[in-house]
């Protein structure tokens, strides 16, 4: 059977690798990776926050299915109950695999409940006890039940456990290693100012032009008014519009991008220096996209009021490598998600990918078997949909349809859509315009029928459902569904 290691960043969209366009960053063992093997060129997030898209890549499940639709709050201990698994109910990706006889271990970043415990079948556990990336530097570790400090940068301190658990394999077993880095992150205050890494300094120099750096737009301006008003926290939003146009931010956060790409490559030695490459598939992959100033905000999808499902927030990397196995230098151009990674893993792993929940998700294994060099000759259905509390996106090969909740009368939300072919990069907001009005009714009566079809209404807010942990704005819900309504662990 073959080993599987999928590393997932944390905080970054497919044009922050060189592979992927961007002419300033410094990628070159993405780069390699994606030219021994296959690079997915239209792959998308379900949820541009980090908790549901860990989930949702582990379960095969949109939030509306799994209940996860924004970070969990786990800023101090008492905020998640002990030994609780936000996706304990589902059977995961993990558990599948070592039922069909897999080992399995976790390094990296959890962030789906109580860290200080085993979770979803993984023999050999290295986390942090948080989700949070305060400092690269200096963070409290749990590795199978011992706590301890590590002093160096923790991309490099995940990457040597990594490296230390790959030399300690052998042929007599498979393994599924999930190692997921939280870099580069992209927040303050780890990268606020000079990087203090090996890669620190490379971009000093560098104009940043890969960054847009554009005006704040109003949309990015109301979230951080909103949350002042209503998040009753006391946290500080505004450097939500501080970070663009940033180049000393910018170039910390394209420098940590770097030190990432070379702990891939460090992963990748390791397994020629085990002679582990050619029955090992590598997937690298991120939790979600992260604009970097496109559209006038930065982060994530929900940096906006209303929420978007932008490019910027939603397009991720894909990028798979399986010498003998996965034909060197291919391109993908079909339309994919995040979560069609369950059923293609499972699958290529012959373990049973049917025992899991029902969902959208679909086994990618006819685009990586598929030798041809045009990829698009593959029958495959080019649609992907996207989630954002109050925001539910679509998009297909002409269209990308952005539909708000419209049921509260005290905060209506405007829809939003765009014309892929004519306008890429997604400017020219036609929602108004009558000649798209057809176009409108079916991407919405497909959205309406998709969420109907697969989301469960313990789940589903649009349908009174609630949310596990945390909700972005639990203001906007109460004032849907009555103060009753808030979230549950």
């Keep these: 059977m073959t080993n599987i290691i999928l590393i997932m960043s944390d905080n970054h969209a497919a044009g922050m690798l060189g592979c992927y366009g961007n002419s300033e960053v410094s990628t070159p063992r993405l780069d390699q990776m994606a030219a021994e093997g296959l690079k997915f060129n239209q792959a998308y997030c379900v949820n541009a926050m980090c908790s549901p898209c860990r989930a949702s890549v582990l379960t095969g499940l949109m939030p509306s299915q799994h209940g996860i639709h924004t970070w969990i ?15 304990e109910e589902f059977q995961t990706m993990p558990e599948l695999l070592k039922r069909n006889g897999y080992k399995t271990a976790l390094i990296g970043k959890y962030h789906l409940g109580d860290a200080r415990q085993v979770k979803n079948d993984f023999d050999h556990w290295v986390t942090f006890p948080h989700g949070h990336t305060v400092d690269f530097w200096g963070n409290t570790i749990i590795e199978n039940g011992e706590t301890y400090r590590a002093d160096g940068h923790s991309v490099d301190f995940f ?53 847009p750096r554009e005006p704040l737009s ?40 770097t030190l990432v790409d070379d702990s891939v490559g460090r992963v990748l030695d390791a397994l020629d220096q085990q002679n582990l490459a050619e029955e090992t598939l590598v997937i690298y992959t991120v939790d979600h996209g992260f604009s970097t100033g496109a559209h006038g905000y930065w982060g994530h999808g929900q940096a906006t009021w209303p929420a978007n499902t932008h490019a910027a927030s939603f397009h991720i990397p894909i990028i798979m490598r ?23 893993l499972l699958g290529l ?17 006819p685009i990586i078997e598929n030798d041809q060099e045009d990829d698009q000759t593959t029958d495959w259905e080019n649609l992907v949909l996207m989630e954002q509390e109050e925001t539910r996106g679509v998009r297909t090969d002409k269209w990308l349809y952005m539909s708000r ?85």
């Design 73 to 87: 709050d786990d800023r101090t201990p008492d905020k998640i109950p002990a030994g609780w698994n936000a996706i």
């Design 159 to 211: 990457t040597d456990k990594a490296i230390d658990y790959l030399e300690q394999q052998s042929a007599d077993q498979p393994f599924f290693l999930f190692l997921p880095f939280n870099g580069p992150y992209g927040h303050w205050p780890c990268i606020g100012g000079q990087a203090q890494h090996r890669y620190g300094q490379m971009y000093d120099d560098c104009p940043m032009d890969s960054a």
């Design 218 to 257: 109003r949309e990015a301006i109301a979230k951080v008014m909103s949350q002042h008003k209503n998040s009753g926290h006391g946290l500080d939003y505004s450097a939500l519009l501080r970070m663009p146009n940033n180049l000393e931010t910018l170039r910390n956060y394209y420098s940590q991008m």
């Design 322 to 344: 399986q010498p003998g196995k996965i034909q060197p230098g291919r391109s993908a151009e079909q339309l994919v998600s995040q979560i069609d990674l369950f059923p293609t």
């Design 349 to 365: 792993a012959d373990a049973d990918r049917t025992a899991g929940t029902p969902s959208i998700a679909k086994d990618l294994r």
């Design 405 to 489: 909740y419209g049921a509260n009368p005290r905060h209506p939300l405007p829809s939003a859509l765009f014309d892929l072919e004519n306008d890429p990069a997604e400017r020219i907001n036609l929602i108004d315009d009558m000649h798209y009005a057809q176009t409108v009714v079916e991407l919405q009566t497909m959205l309406d029928q998709q969420f109907s079809l697969w989301g469960d209404p313990k789940w589903d807010l649009w349908q009174g459902g609630r949310v596990k942990s945390n909700s972005d704005k639990p203001w906007f819900w109460k004032q849907v569904w009555g103060e009753e309504w808030q979230p549950v662990f």
